[in-house]
Nanobody
Framework: QVQLSESGGGSVQAGGSLNLSCTAS????????MVWFRQAPGKEREGVSC????????DYADAVKGRFIADRDNAKNTLYLQLNSLKPEDTAMYYC????????????????????WGRGTQVTVSA
């Protein structure tokens, strides 16, 4: 079955950087796009990024565009998210999920599409 495991979170000051990883198993990794979501306390889970099966194209939420970079290594079944210029409002639990298909669907940012999540990795940004 689909298994996902996120890592790399931590506590940083505003303006800092972090690199998150997501290792995947239980499916053919390079058949699917992959997505990152995040959930802040008291808020709904929101889509952060989607990367196509080749890694050649990515889409981002407006809130992180220009600061976060998604990447993947299909040989290692691993998804990455580089977080730069972090802000306190980026504080959240970050999750990865398998995408709907090989390309990023126009509705990739909608949580309703995804059933399987990892445990997440916490990112805390202090002012």
């Amino acid at each position: 079955q689909v298994q996902l495991s996120e890592s790399g979170g931590g506590s940083v000051q505003a303006g800092g950087s972090l690199n998150l990883s997501c290792t995947a198993s239980g499916f053919v990794f390079d058949d699917y796009s992959m997505v990152w979501f995040r959930q802040a306390p008291g808020k709904e889970r929101e889509g952060v990024s989607c990367i196509t099966w080749t890694g050649g194209s990515s889409d981002y939420a407006d809130a992180v565009k220009g600061r976060f970079i998604a990447d993947r290594d299909n040989a290692k079944n691993t998804l990455y998210l580089q977080l730069n210029s972090l802000k306190p409002e980026d504080t959240a639990m970050y999750y990865c999920a398998r995408g709907l298909r090989s390309l990023c669907d126009y509705s990739w940012h909608e949580e309703r599409h995804y059933e399987k999540w990892g445990r997440g990795t916490q990112v805390t940004v202090s002012a």
